[in-house]
């Protein structure tokens, strides 16, 4: 069965400091999202692709993440520099599509950001 | 008003006991509707969709009402294995049709 990659699974840093999250979704899935998800709250959207494109980046903080899809596939997000409130799971999701009706959205297992 | 409001729980069932969760939205413009559900320190994973004539799958059984921005998941015959965080999901509408998720309701099914 086809899943989300995403890596690293864990990542441990301190205040300031740089982190990067990789994520390969389901092979042919032309939407993908970034999701972080705070410890007893669900997953909140920062940002969405659609192929190489960004259609919502609305709840991204710009001036520390960035976001890119370069080749409409793999998708990396970077947090430049981290705060001690980033700590979260770090999630991704692929679909196959977007407008014109829902498609259900396939997560990858997340990468736990812990920033000290 | 959260855009997607759940009872956090937890809710402590015994085995076989029926147990029922709700789950309100606050935009009319929302068109779909999910029950995701989500293993301690794993991903979510959708369990059902919801429509408005109701669905059943299993033991598992979601209804929703639009008049009343109103979503239930109905769980019958309670399993060890149906212990769990269920996030109520809506669509937030507009072009990207993207998900606004609940806080989740734990729910923790006992021997």
């Known amino acids: 069965e086809a899943e989300v990659a995403q890596s690293p699974r864990y990542k441990i840093t301190e205040k300031s400091q740089a982190v990067a999250f990789w994520c390969d979704p389901i092979?042919?899935?032309?939407?993908l999202y970034w999701y972080r998800q705070i410890l007893g709250q669900g997953p909140e959207l920062l940002v969405q692709f659609q192929d190489e494109s960004v259609v919502d980046d609305s709840q991204l903080p710009k001036d520390r993440f960035s976001a890119e899809r370069l080749k409409g596939v793999d998708s990396t997000l970077k947090i430049q520099p981290a705060e001690l409130g980033d700590s979260a799971m770090y999630l991704c999701?692929?679909?196959?599509?977007?407008?014109?009706?829902?498609?259900?959205?396939?997560f990858g297992p997340g990468t736990r950001l812990t920033v000290l | 008003r959260k855009e997607v409001e759940q009872d956090p729980g937890p809710f402590n069932v015994p085995e076989g006991a029926t147990v029922a969760f709700n789950c309100t939205y606050s935009?009319?413009?929302?068109?779909?509707f999910f029950w995701y559900r989500q293993d301690c320190r794993k991903e979510p994973k959708l369990l059902m969709s919801?429509?408005?004539s109701g669905n059943e799958d299993g033991r598992f059984t979601a209804q929703l009402n639009r008049a009343s921005q109103y979503i239930s998941l109905l769980i019958r015959d309670s399993k060890l294995s149906d212990s769990a965080t269920y996030l109520c999901v809506v669509t937030w509408g507009g072009a990207t049709n993207k998900l606004i998720f609940g806080t989740g309701t734990l729910l923790a099914v006992q021997p």
């Open positions: 999701a692929s679909s196959p599509m977007t407008s014109g009706g829902h498609n259900e959205q396939f």
């Open positions: 935009n009319s413009a929302s068109q779909s």
């Open positions: 919801v429509y408005s």
């Open positions: 092979s042919g899935h032309a939407t």
